[in-house]
């Protein structure tokens, strides 16, 4: 796939088309044997169905995965028919898709309605939380390591660091999206030994929010642009 090539999914038309063919392809010659040892392994059959389409859109049962998401999660239809994924690299292997009108705050009250929470802060997210990307205007997607814990190779990095190395650091709002996602799939957390430093978003003071998992909670915290440890890292974002 060229990059950001737009990914548009199939109308119902073309499905019923697909299906029409399909049918044609079933010989008429089939002993009773043979058809009844496919309806008995139908998983065998979708196997196959699937491995012959997979080449021609790779990235549609994901799609498909996050509009339920966004339907299950936050009551709302999304279609991402048009949506650009980027250039997937090696090891970025987690697809993140930032719906339109998903700003940080309301995320965070998400978490805070799914599980217990803990931010810094009385003010509201939205207004002293500038990111790098947005979704206020357009869905857009990304690729991270799909990991647990942060990464380890930003390990010791500031944000600064992270600057002047031309890393693009995970946004407040994708790290938000990436633990109700993860919470979703497998009743977990993320960032349980360590602390994802969201490098690609700014408080309006400078600092730079970071979000962990500690005592039974979610925190959303901050440090300084110029701050580093062991156990503060940032998370790589291909965009």
């Not at 950001?4 to 697909?18: A, E, F, L, S």
């Not at 990235?59 to 999304?78: H, K, P, S």
């Not at 869905?139 to 390990?155: G, P, S």
């Not at 440090?223 to 503060?232: F, K, V």
């Amino acid at each position: 796939m060229k990059k950001n090539q737009t990914v548009r999914m199939m109308t119902p038309g073309q499905m019923k088309d697909i299906i029409s063919a399909m049918a044609q392809g079933v010989p008429t010659s089939m002993t009773f044997e043979a058809a009844e040892s496919w309806v008995g392994n139908k998983g065998r059959l979708t196997a196959q169905i699937r491995k012959i389409f997979s080449a021609t859109n790779p990235y549609a049962e994901l799609l498909v995965d996050w509009q339920t998401f966004y339907n299950d999660i936050f009551g709302i239809g999304t279609d991402f028919s048009s949506l650009v994924i980027p250039e997937k690299r090696a090891d970025f292997n987690r697809l993140l898709i930032i719906a339109q009108g998903m700003p940080p705050q309301r995320l965070y009250d998400k978490c805070h309605e799914l599980f217990p929470c803990w931010k810094w802060t009385d003010n509201d997210l939205n207004k002293i939380v500038k990111s790098d990307r947005s979704a206020k205007d357009n869905t857009y997607a990304i690729w991270i390591r799909d990991r647990v814990e942060a990464d380890e190779e930003l390990k010791n990095l500031s944000a600064d660091d992270l600057k002047q190395r031309s890393i693009t650091g995970i946004t407040l709002e994708e790290r938000l999206v990436y633990e109700l996602k993860f919470f979703k799939e497998t009743g977990k957390h993320l960032d349980i030994a360590n602390w994802t430093l969201c490098s690609g978003s700014r408080f309006g003071d400078g600092y730079v929010p970071d979000v962990h998992w500690s005592d039974g909670k979610m925190y959303v915290y901050w440090y300084h642009a110029g701050s580093s440890s062991g156990s503060l890292r940032s998370r790589q974002a291909v965009s």
